[in-house]
T-cell receptor, first 114, second 112 residues
Framework: DGGITQSPKYLFRKEGQNVTLSCEQN?????MYWYRQDPGQGLRLIYYSQIVNDFQKGDIAEGYSVSREKKESFPLTVTSAQKNPTAFYLCASMKVAGATDTQYFGPGTRLTVL | GESVGLHLPTLSVQEGDNSIINCAYS??????FIWYKQESGKGPQFIIDIRSNMDKRQGQRVTVLLNKTVKHLSLQIAATQPGDSAVYFCADLQDSSYKLIFGSGTRLLVRP
């Protein structure tokens, strides 16, 4: 998975709870991304960050929050405001934001709301 | 709006045959495309990429063809193997916004 780690692999949450998904990369990549994938669907962008201490909303940011305090880390918090959080969450990184380059993905975290 | 889509949701091929997975895109300004392979329960894995100044690019057993006239992209897999069974996504990197736009994917099933 190209030096990108996500934890935990499986996560269970009760309704009304906030949970935080971890994403770490040791590739020295500038940009990091969070995607959500529902069964049989493609990937939808939640948030992305091009540099430390800066991030932008993607297409489905409502109910999610992120931080980028360190270059190698981009945690995603799924808040209680997210009404349908059960999904497969994928983190990705890219070497240089704005450059024609490939995004590399982590192994994913499967979140289930009980 | 901008979109990257696939023609067929499922493709079934005989082991040893060649596979062709198609993708259409709508943004004529797109200049970089990526094919990913995603196995069940795993993250997408980079297969091959192509820039708009190229028509064809080859990798190991894979070839990507780009037809800018009709805004069509294809992934060809030679001598398809059981390990090729997965969902394949094409994606368009939006340089201006640093985002990947994904299609819904094609599931490739390899019959023994």
């Amino acid at each position: 998975d190209g030096g990108i780690t996500q934890s935990p692999k499986y996560l269970f949450r009760k309704e009304g709870q906030n949970v935080t998904l971890s994403c770490e990369q040791n590739l020295n990549h500038d940009a990091m991304y969070w995607y959500r994938q529902d069964p049989g669907q493609g990937l939808r962008l939640i948030y992305y960050s091009q540099i430390v201490n800066d991030f932008q909303k993607g297409d489905i940011a409502e109910g999610y929050s992120v931080s980028r305090e360190k270059k190698e880390s981009f945690p995603l918090t799924v808040t209680s405001a997210q009404k349908n959080p059960t999904a497969f969450y994928l983190c990705a990184s890219m070497k240089v934001a704005g450059a024609t380059d490939t995004q590399y993905f982590g192994p994913g975290t499967r979140l289930t709301v009980l | 709006g901008e979109s990257v889509g696939l023609h067929l949701p499922t493709l079934s091929v005989q082991e040893g045959d060649n596979s062709i997975i198609n993708c259409a895109y709508s943004n004529s300004a797109s200049d970089y495309f990526i094919w990913y392979k995603q196995e069940s329960g795993k993250g997408p894995q980079f297969i091959i990429d192509i820039r708009s100044n190229m028509d064809k690019r080859q990798g190991q057993r894979v070839t990507v063809l780009l037809n800018k006239t009709v805004k069509h992209l294809s992934l060809q897999i030679a001598a398809t193997q059981p390990g090729d069974s997965a969902v394949y996504f094409c994606a368009d990197l939006q340089d201006s916004s640093y985002k990947l736009i994904f299609g819904s994917g094609t599931r490739l099933l390899v019959r023994p």
